[in-house]
DNA sequence: TTTCTACTCCCCAGAAATAGCGAGGCCGGA
DNA sequence: TCCGGCCTCGCTATTTCTGGGGAGTAGAAA
């Protein structure tokens, strides 16, 4: 039995972020790096995170609105598979300011970051980062890759679970022909297009269309087609 | 060296359709069971899929439109974590009637899903079904669980490796007050809502919304916002 | 059987969005 | 220095959407 399973055990019966954090400070010491770090944003633009940077860093961070910023949020965003900091585009003015800065808070020079995406928008970042050459690093990551990923995958879950438990995860279900009209005007199709794609008149597509934003609890028809695409009932 | 890493070596050098394919096959000889497959939906809504089942079934799966049927596609898009169909919602009539017909067709009575989220909307399913005992498939995902979540992992990096040779991933730059006034529309704020509490007037706004517009290609605002969503440059 | 949901169609008045036109100031890169 | 992008504001006319109100069918569930 490696530490690692135990701490993959020790992250399976997580109930709470204290717990989360807790685990990742046990993989700080078990890798013997700088920091470790799991955030996300959850089903309702929610920020959550724990790791083990500390306050007066995640304070700036937020302060100076970073998230805006950083290229490592940036490029998990466009991404799927870990990310190695180096790979990513450093080139602006800001990026190079912020990376700077976030050194001097202790953040390391060297990072990997795992995107992850679940359902309703939800979406995770599990971060490791330290200060150490990029040889040793690539050599970490690629003994490391593995074992990582599905750490972060333990990180996720238990963050859902956490979420299920807030969110009982009421997903309004539309008809049929409530879908079909929030696809197509996802898609950019006006009511009289959707209408006559869908072989009704537009009186009836705007039924459904109203019907659906009462659903989903939508101000207006983009509200609706928005929030239809980030809980992931449709797909454009 | 397992016969596991050498396929995730071949994975790794998939460049095709018919690689993945092939590889679908190769982890069926290696796990002794009825049917991998890998399938996805890509950021333009196009299908695509590799797998061992019979053309027979995919056409029927297709001609009935089971996708909209399937508890197995509903509950992975719910999810993040691997699914096992057991745990799934079998009780509407459609649904088992689906799955007596799977069964006729040689797709297993036990099955095994990955969910997983890629940018743009991407959404894949990575499944292993196979005939045999509740015991026996207990202990047959306990054992493999990781590894096939690295597998799955390996599918979908090379299925958007692949996309991205397609689509160049020409993701259009808002600006930041363009970002906002996407946000806001898609937190169902009106124009003038929207312009006040971006401390503008609303003809400035428009602007804003109309530039956003013509850089993301869009018809009209609730395309815009849906483009937005979909290739992730916003988060409601 | 009754009830419920989904689907289809219709009218109207007011609110909102769209498509054009225009203007000026600010900042950063070529 | 000039060009381009970004941010801000203004006008008009037309089209589209919104929020109410109806009403009837079919099929499935209770």
């Known amino acids: 039995m490696s530490k690692l399973e135990d701490m993959q055990n020790l992250l399976n019966r997580a109930t709470a972020l204290e717990e989360l954090q807790r685990v990742t400070e046990h993989l700080r010491e078990h890798y013997q790096v700088n920091h470790v770090v799991y955030h996300w944003v959850n089903s309702v633009g929610e920020r959550f995170g724990c790791g083990t940077y500390t ?3 995640i304070d700036r961070y937020l302060e100076k609105d970073y998230l805006h ?3 490592v949020i ?3 965003f466009q991404r799927f598979n870990p990310v190695d900091w180096k790979s990513l585009d450093w080139s602006s003015k800001p990026a190079r300011a912020f990376m700077k800065e976030a050194i001097e808070f202790g953040v390391g020079t060297q990072g990997y970051t795992i995107p992850m995406r679940g359902p309703n928008g939800q979406f995770a970042l599990f971060t ?3 200060t150490c050459s990029d040889e040793d690093w690539a050599a970490f990551i690629d003994k490391q890759q593995r074992d990582l990923i599905l750490v972060a995958h333990g990180f996720n879950q238990r963050a859902l679970a956490m979420e299920e438990g807030v969110f009982p995860l009421a997903t309004p279900s539309l008809s049929p022909r409530e879908l079909s009209a929030m696809t197509l005007l996802a898609k950019g199709k006006s009511r009289a297009q959707a209408a006559d794609e869908m072989s009704i008149s537009e009186h009836t597509l705007r039924v459904y269309i ?3 934003r009462h659903k989903l609890g939508a101000m207006n028809t983009t509200h609706a087609v928005a929030r239809s695409l980030a809980i ?3 797909v454009v």
Do not use: Q, V
Request: hydrophobic share 35%; glycine share 12%.
């Open 128 to 130: 490791m980062n330290h």
């Open 232 to 234: 992931g009932i449709i």
């Open 55 to 57: 306050t007066d860093w």
């Open 69 to 71: 910023i950083d290229p």
């Open 74 to 76: 940036h490029g998990c």
């Open 210 to 212: 109203e019907s659906a």
